[in-house]
């Protein structure tokens, strides 16, 4: 065998499988987030075993939960920009600020409020041993460490009776 190609071999199959697993990442990697696998249909199917019927039902709720969504995070960013406005003119307060405040409350209330209905919703389209599954991809999701506080959650926050 001549020794002088080994190297140059060696090199290129180290620098293919490298591609390939740079590849492999980029392509077929699954949601960044617990919250962005519940929101990912395709991730769902894979998680849950849903059938075809299953899987478009919850994509149509999908389309429509992002709608909803939208709309809540336009007028709760238009809400906060008012308030915004209104406090940089009023320095002590004022019935205006407090009500831009209660409009951007509305606006996040009913987002989360939004978001369990279409927990719920999903819900009530899977069979029993895919509830348990998707529940626990819930609870995975809103029992994860906080950004905030350092990546910790604060202290009583994960209390169970």
Not at 22 to 30: D, E, F, L, P, Q
Not at 146 to 160: E, R
Request: charged letters at 25%.
């Amino acid at each position: 065998m001549n020794w002088k190609w080994i190297i140059p071999v060696i090199a290129a199959a180290a620098a293919g499988a490298l591609a390939f697993g740079v590849t492999r990442h980029g392509v077929c990697r699954g949601p960044e987030t617990p919250l962005d696998s519940l929101q990912d249909v395709t991730h769902l199917m894979r998680s849950l075993g849903l059938s075809g019927d299953q899987a478009r039902e919850i994509k149509a709720l999908h389309a429509n939960l992002g709608t909803k969504l939208n709309d809540c995070c336009v007028r709760h960013c238009a809400a906060r920009a008012r308030l915004g406005q209104a406090l940089a003119a009023d320095k002590n307060g004022s019935e205006q600020t407090e009500a831009i405040l209660a409009e951007m409350c509305r606006a996040y209330e009913e987002s989360e409020r939004t978001t369990l209905d279409q927990m719920r919703r999903v819900r009530a389209v899977l069979t029993a041993e895919q509830r348990k599954r998707f529940d626990a991809m819930i609870s995975d999701c809103m029992c994860r460490t906080c950004s905030m506080q350092g990546g910790n959650m604060p202290p009583g926050a994960m209390k169970h009776d």
